[in-house]
């Protein structure tokens, strides 16, 4: 039996403890244990930690007392609790995701509704202190005009010395070089599909290799990785809307693609879908990121919007924001194909799931 600490965020004004139990000898043993919930300030929607530290976003305009949204920092005690720290002013407006450097020690943050992108230093106590860049993508848009109307960043994603911004409302992806203590003045810009809506993007460990999620269009799209520019050209698209998606008319009904992550084993790719609450299973064939569909896996909740898989690559536990659930879900490390274990009240709108890193 191993035990893993896990950390859910969401849009209340707590995060939950939980601890995971995962029987090795029989998966379907395994069990999510509920432990502790601690205050936040509005909307922790998006958690990273690592080490004995987690960061939060609070996904808000108000922040302090100021226009702004909001960024929380969290020591993880020995005993496990969490012991807030730090609130510090995200910059812009409604952060909904981040990602942490620990070789550049700083933060880079995404600010959805000012089309904002932020970096800020880690002091070594792992404290938030100055801003190190603001950049406003004043000039995006797209072809949805409701969804589309300015830059709306979504996801915020290191590879190697790049760093990659997801401009969902610019159908966008930025890519900044931050190499030794520099961060490139002039993004290189990469262009997704007209309307797609480009939201989280994940990169293959082994081949050179991205693929993006859309929120607009329901596409996964794949793209070749220059190591040597940051470039992203792009090869492929796979749609992955199916008749689940269709209501009784036949018609195909809205949906908003969420989360996409790629098994420990670089063998499958995971995405989660919202409305028609889905996780879709797909084996990587080859080193041009061909896919094939193996499963569509129907959620206990309507609205997964996150979802994380453990580190063994043995469980994915599922956020359903609007039941309030977490689901516990197998997976067959060879065959790629998911199957319940059990549904876990989680009362906090949860939006985020992380496992504490060592």
Known sequence: MSISTVFVGGFGSTILLFE??????????????????????SCPSFLETFDNKIYSVNEVDYFDGK???????????????????QEHCSGGLSPCHLAYSHDKNCIYVANYASGHFAVFEVDKDGSL?????????????????ERQASSHPHGVYIKDNYVYVVDLGADRIWCFNHENESLSLSPLCILAPSGSGPRHMVFHKIYSLAFVLTELSNEILVYSYASE???????????????????????????FGSEILIHPNGEFL?????????????????????LKKI???????????HFAIHPSGKVILCADQFKDIVEVIAVNASTGMLE???????????????FKKC
């Open 20 to 41: 995971l139990h995962i029987d090795s000898l029989e998966i379907k043993d395994s069990r999510l244990f509920y432990k502790e919930t601690f205050q936040s300030e």
């Open 67 to 85: 226009k702004s949204g909001g960024l929380t920092y969290f020591e993880i005690t020995d005993s496990g609790t969490l012991n807030k720290v």
């Open 129 to 145: 202190g100055s801003s190190l860049y603001n950049k406003y993508f004043d000039t995006g848009s797209g072809c949805n005009t």
């Open 229 to 255: 520019t940051g470039n992203l050209k792009l090869i492929s698209s796979y749609p992955f809307i199916s008749d689940a998606s269709q209501n009784d008319n036949g018609d195909l009904e809205e949906n």
């Open 270 to 290: 995971y995405i989660s879908n919202r409305v028609h609450g889905a996780i879709i299973s797909y084996k990587i064939l080859d080193s041009e990121g061909s």
């Open 295 to 305: 499963q569509h896996y129907f959620t206990a909740g309507t609205w997964p919007r």
């Open 340 to 354: 319940k274990i059990e549904i876990v009240e989680c009362k906090n709108q949860p939006s985020c799931i992380v």
